[in-house]
């Protein structure tokens, strides 16, 4: 698979509490994780909350053409990307979420970030975007149940940080998906 490019249209920081996040000049990123963001960290919860794991979702990004997606499937006016809680936004890479595990995120500082996986639709984000926005472009209320069919294969990676960098809107990404050394 060839490599491809693309760029970064917007950084966030997110809170910890809070599902979107807030767009900022710069993002700093440390073998920990992005500083300042609710993420930053070796370890996370486990999802039954019985222990600490690797945290394998240091940063998240999605790409602007796929909020664009979810808006439409959602029937939104708008929808902002940091909505969905990205810290990173791009554009220009197709199937951006498709991009399988071990691909690497080439960022023009030398900052390199490695995709651990796909990130799964949930019906949090559902209310949250239907708190946020009220009304569709039928002018009806929003079904936050909607949200996980709407963005399901557009909502997003997550991964970890292999090399820390400033990353920044405009900077330039370089692609260059996993490929196995031992075949298919």
Not at 55 to 80: F, G, K, P
Not at 134 to 151: E, G, R
Request: charged share 30%.
């Amino acid at each position: 698979m060839e490599k491809l490019k693309g760029s970064v249209v917007s950084v966030h920081i997110g809170k910890k509490g809070e599902l979107g996040k807030e767009a900022t000049d710069e993002i700093s990123s440390t073998i920990e994780g992005i500083q300042g963001d609710r993420h930053f960290g070796y370890t996370r919860w486990s999802k039954s909350k019985e222990c600490a794991v690797r945290n394998d979702r240091q940063w998240t990004a999605l790409s602007v053409e796929e909020v664009d997606i979810i808006r439409q499937n959602m029937e939104l006016r708008e929808l902002a990307a940091e909505t969905l809680g990205p810290n990173i936004v791009v554009q220009g890479i197709p199937e951006f979420s498709q991009l399988p595990r071990g691909t690497k995120l080439l960022f023009e500082n030398g900052a390199i970030f490695v995709v651990e996986e796909f990130t799964d639709p949930c019906s949090r984000m559902g209310q949250h975007i239907a708190d946020k926005y009220k009304i569709d472009a039928n002018n009806q209320l929003i079904k936050p149940n909607l949200f996980p069919k709407a963005s399901n294969n557009e909502r997003g990676l997550v991964g970890v940080i292999d090399r820390p960098g400033i990353i920044k809107p405009g900077d330039a990404v370089e692609v260059v998906p996993y490929e196995s050394k031992f075949g298919k």
